[in-house]
């Protein structure tokens, strides 16, 4: 560990001061209000970049690491780091912020409470991706409940309240199980150790019967597999996406999404590892599933932000694929993954909710030949439509390609069959981008449709860019993962004991951990 420092502090505080000073501005002074909450959205965007030049990308260890004592009676630290597993989420989430406060700037009512919100919500999913301490991970995992509750249940569609609490209820749920299963962890190191801790680093020592491992990976497994969400727990997703505001959207799928997939790699799995193992027939079998119902209901979607939201069902299974392929090329493919939905879906979502308030309604039937009123929105569309398909180039390309050459060498046939995914992807997204954007432009109400403004360019702009690199030049974003999955890699392995049950159940998988 390196020696101590305050920069993840004030990464993860900075949007909270933003929120406090918001209360200090008159509710009538709405520009003021927006502005505030951009500089500080922006602010800690850019203390952000500072981690990159920080970070050791030789190293696989946690870094930039802050710890004080917390709750000593109950072995509670406030313990935070980052390592190459969350480095570039922590950053993405950051890039996030600034962009959905501009693409907020239209919302006129109760302006003060949902800048309040966004803001609460940017520190608690930047604390979530930072905590290595299971109690302080709970804390910020709920606390991102609250304001995502408030986003979409008063700033929300008609079915806001329904698609709120089923949101809240769904989560809840498995984050019950996560605490008991926390609160057991810690006790059982107590009984090991004589030392009653939350300390994640240690507990990855803790070694467990395998009997214990399946209950308490079936505790965090329900928990993240909600959040992911991995079929057939995605029930809640589609009502959240279509009913919150625009900006809500794009946090759900650029950020909290990846909470759970976080979730299994940081926590679930090194800590049960032979629960792991053996749990991965079945998740890997249930994220192929995911990945051609999403895809195939996606392809059956007249709403344009109900196509985007199945979309996410689909690609977050290839992400589910990679992380239990449990190898290099699977795990980092995985982690590329989440950071190109975050882009490509987000900038889907930004631009559903543009032309959405241009013409209020969301239809794929009520489009058609934008390209000729819209040429600079359907160009940005364009892009992030081949992103989001995986075409070569882009962003989206080399996530799959490396999920996929991870998963086949021990799942051959589940791999061809997610690589069918990746082909009903292509057919559904330029299905509907050929609806939207091409033919007649027959309709009266598209005829005076105005192009993008300044605001909506400058917030597509730097995604399309980040879109572009990452599709070209992967190098600088694999090299800094790589060193922090080798080391999951080597603490499951040396985790490993061979209990017959284990290696019954993952017979023929012995060679998954080396990365060979």
Request: net charge neutral.
């Amino acid at each position: 560990m390196e020696l101590f420092t305050r920069d993840l502090s004030l990464l993860l505080f900075l949007p909270v001061v933003g929120a406090l000073v918001l209360l200090g501005i008159p509710r009538a002074r709405t520009a003021a209000l927006f502005k505030t909450a951009l500089f500080f959205a922006a602010l800690t965007f850019l203390w952000s970049l500072k981690l990159l030049w920080l970070f050791n990308p030789a190293s696989g260890e946690m870094q930039l690491v802050e710890r004080f004592s917390w709750i000593p009676a109950y072995g509670i630290d406030y313990f935070v780091g980052i390592d190459g597993l969350s480095l570039f989420l922590v950053l993405l989430t950051a890039f996030l912020g600034p962009i959905v406060i501009l693409a907020s700037w239209t919302i006129s009512e109760r302006v003060k409470e949902y800048l309040f919100f966004m803001l609460i919500l940017e520190s608690g999913m930047l604390g979530a991706f930072m905590a290595l301490d299971l109690f302080l991970f709970y804390v910020f995992w709920e606390i991102m409940l609250v304001p995502m509750y408030f986003l979409i249940g008063v700033w929300g569609g008609p079915r806001r309240i329904y698609a709120a609490l089923k949101f809240v209820l769904y989560t809840m749920a498995g984050s019950l199980l996560m605490l008991v299963a926390i609160i057991y962890l810690a006790t059982r190191n107590a009984q090991v150790t004589q030392v009653l801790t939350f300390d994640l680093l240690r507990l990855y020592n803790l070694s467990l019967p395998y009997e214990e491992q399946i209950w308490l990976f079936l505790a965090f497994a329900l928990s993240f597999a909600i959040k992911v969400p991995l079929f057939p727990f995605h029930t809640w997703l589609p009502d959240a996406h279509v009913e919150a505001p625009t900006a809500g959207s794009v946090i759900l799928a650029g950020v909290l999404l990846k909470m759970g997939t976080y979730g299994f790699l940081r926590f679930a799995i090194p800590l049960f590892p032979e629960a792991a193992l053996a749990a991965a027939p079945f998740i890997i079998a249930l994220a192929v599933i995911g990945i051609v119902y999403g895809a195939m209901v996606a392809m059956m979607q007249a709403d344009l932000k109900k196509l985007v939201a199945y979309s996410s069902v689909s690609h977050l299974g290839f992400v589910m694929l990679g992380l239990f392929a449990f190898n290099l090329q699977g795990i980092q493919g995985a982690i590329y993954q989440m950071l190109n939905h975050g882009l490509s879906t987000g900038a889907l979502f930004l631009i559903v909710g543009m032309i959405y308030e241009r013409r209020h309604t969301r239809m794929i039937a009520d489009f058609g030949g934008l390209w000729k009123q819209l040429p600079i929105f359907s160009s940005f569309f364009l892009v992030v439509t081949l992103s989001s398909i995986g075409l070569p180039g882009l962003n989206g390309f080399v996530g799959e390609f490396l999920i996929l050459l991870g998963s086949f060498r021990d799942s051959p046939w589940w791999t061809a069959g997610a690589a069918t995914g990746v082909v009903l992807g292509a057919i559904y997204m330029l299905w509907m981008f050929r609806r939207v954007i091409y033919g007649p432009l027959d309709r009266p109400e598209n005829q005076k449709l105005n192009d993008l403004g300044m605001r909506e360019i400058v917030m597509l702009i730097p995604i399309l860019a980040l879109i572009l690199i990452m599709g070209v030049y992967p190098r600088p974003f694999l090299n800094r993962m790589k060193p922090a999955v080798e080391l999951i890699i080597q603490r499951m392995e040396s985790k490993r004991e061979a209990i017959p049950l284990v290696q019954e159940v993952t017979q023929g998988r012995e060679t998954k951990l080396d990365g060979n």
